[in-house]
């Protein structure tokens, strides 16, 4: 007898997955390439390459004066930005297209000054530096009212996209609020006003009752392999506290957020192999007030798959790893 | 001074695109891999392999019977389909969320029984029956009125997701009309809603008016470098007369799409060195009557960038290469 594969629909987005159990993959089936280091090579990053990059603003020190040695965390501009924070959006026709200047920030969080550090690897108080740091600039960035969206992210990995070794993430401000975000809004939206709940929290609940797709919990945060993953080992970290902007979190949000990421990262290393990985925080765009429907959370996906031509003209997603596995697999680490 | 990079909204789907054009690049620029051949792999699409895979579908063939050597081209289901025709979509819930069984179909167009030929080294007469048989399948399929969307797609190279050397396209046959489908659709009967025009047609007359992100033209179709592409030498190929679904096509059109492509390929091939690639037809939902607003494409799309955490959070793409540079460089390629 043929087994049919699964369709899974997100709740949120309402994207649909293909989850191909009968050709199931264990993750020693993905032919990964590792991150690793290449010896030798000067790096802007590091202490005493200050003046490689433009001038920081903000930084953790110890001592020493402002672009000079003796920090532990810096964020920089990027060198060469995807937008610029100069001037208007000055938008404009030509015939029948629209386009506007690529108004915005573009920033740097350099983590550590240690090279050959990353996430999972650096003491759970530098990654709680990171997180404050992810907090601060959002904070001050907010405050320009043409910003309308700001987007923390990571590339880690060359097959993930990133072109520096030197553990970093970046921020984006954009001057309006980007198509997929809006639809992940406007799915929250259209649950909320049929159940009255937030989608998220109800998620929550539910993923805590059926325990198959939990991967750890701690009093503050759950993380989860979603229903509906769009790529073997798609993990999803959420705070228990239903809260729509990431920036609002508090001192205690933070530290246990560096834990969980920190413990979340060290698991997905630990069963896939250091794998190159992209984490993105979805959270409410920053103009707007807080709101009962939208939960801030971080959605982190290893890079095992291509994406091809399939996806491409559908925007269905095929996953041959159900979460439940994966989670399986990750709770098994053996790390808490 | 700094010069802003050029945010562009494509006018169907209302997706923004970064054109970095302070940061663009030539073709020499991109990191390529080549596609080349292992030689000596036993490949179950070449000749005498035939009871390697399903019985055929469809097939082109001088002599011999089903599934014997004879032929120079082959439809025939997937090994490991994604979807399966036999059953009930059997659509139900688990708590809160919804899943449904993967019924569909699966084929593979084995386009040429010679293993080492491609879409643009191949006779322009072959090429001409793998449209053919393109159409064949999606006219036989679409009579299974359970079938709501059919997909027709290929992936060239292992970069682009291809797992089979010997020269293949693939057809995958859903349930449901995807997200990405309904999102041109809406984009498309938004603009007529306004216009009362096919925003492709006027798109079509507008390119030809400024003639800078043509790449070429013929009787039957015209090639351009969109105005809003997402990648760097992204390519859309339309037909002249408006049509919406690509299975109506007649014997000219045919022809002419067989040397339209045929020619675009090689011209890639030419000036970025044999990229792997996507390519994928939109066209209208197969059980959806003719419409004024809907005019279907095919979107080619060399893989020389990755996609990293920026585009997974926000839907934006950033492309180095404006498609006025692009078209010229295909422009100057010197091939008909």
């Known amino acids: 007898m043929v087994v049919l594969p699964e369709l899974r629909k997100d709740p949120i987005t309402d994207r649909w997955v293909i989850i191909a159990t009968d050709r199931a993959q264990r993750p020693s089936d993905f032919a990964r390439e590792p991150v690793e280091f290449t010896p030798g090579r000067i790096c802007p990053f590091c202490p005493g390459m200050e003046t490689k990059?433009?001038?920081?603003?903000?930084?953790?020190?110890?001592?020493?004066?402002?672009?000079?040695?003796?920090?532990?965390?810096?964020?920089?501009?990027?060198?060469?930005?995807?937008?610029?924070?100069?001037?208007?959006?000055?938008?404009?026709?030509?015939?029948?297209?629209?386009?506007m200047d690529g108004l915005g920030a573009h920033e740097v969080i350099i983590e550590t000054s240690v090279h050959t550090e990353n996430l999972a690897s650096m003491p759970e108080k530098q990654?709680?530096?990171?997180?404050?740091?992810?907090?601060?600039?959002?904070?001050?960035?907010?405050?320009?009212?043409?910003?309308?969206?700001?987007l923390l992210f990571k590339n880690y990995g060359a097959a993930a996209g990133a072109t520096m070794e030197h553990p970093h993430s970046q921020l984006i401000a954009l001057p309006v609020v980007p198509k997929r975000v809006q639809e992940e809004m406007d799915g929250a939206i259209k649950y909320f006003g049929f159940k009255e709940r937030c989608v998220f929290c109800d998620l929550i609940r539910q993923e805590m009752k059926d325990q198959t797709r939990v991967v750890s919990e701690t009093d503050r945060f759950v993380v989860i392999e979603p229903w509906a993953s769009r790529f073997p080992f798609e993990t999803w970290i959420l705070p228990r506290r239903h809260q729509s902007h990431f920036e609002s979190i508090d001192q205690k949000d933070l530290e246990g957020l560096a834990f969980v990421l920190r413990s979340t990262?060290?698991?997905?290393?630990?069963?896939?192999?250091?794998?190159?990985?992209?984490?993105?925080?979805?959270?409410?765009?920053?103009?707007?007030?807080?709101?009962?429907?939208f939960h801030w959370h971080i959605e982190l996906m290893p890079k095992l798959t291509k994406l091809a031509g399939f996806e491409w003209g559908t925007g269905f997603y095929t996953n041959p790893t159900?979460?439940?596995?994966?989670?399986r697999f990750l709770r098994d680490a053996g790390l808490s």
């Open 322 to 327: 159900p979460p439940e596995e994966s989670a």
């Open 265 to 293: 990262l060290r698991k997905l290393e630990r069963v896939l192999e250091k794998p190159a990985y992209n984490f993105v925080i979805h959270t409410a765009p920053v103009q707007d007030a807080a709101s009962d429907y």
């Open 127 to 150: 990654v709680e530096r990171v997180v404050w740091a992810f907090r601060e600039r959002v904070l001050d960035l907010k405050k320009d009212k043409r910003l309308r969206y700001i």
């Open 53 to 99: 990059t433009p001038p920081e603003v903000l930084a953790i020190r110890d001592g020493g004066a402002p672009n000079q040695p003796g920090w532990s965390l810096r964020v920089v501009p990027n060198k060469l930005p995807l937008l610029g924070i100069e001037g208007e959006l000055n938008r404009q026709g030509e015939g029948m297209f629209d386009k």
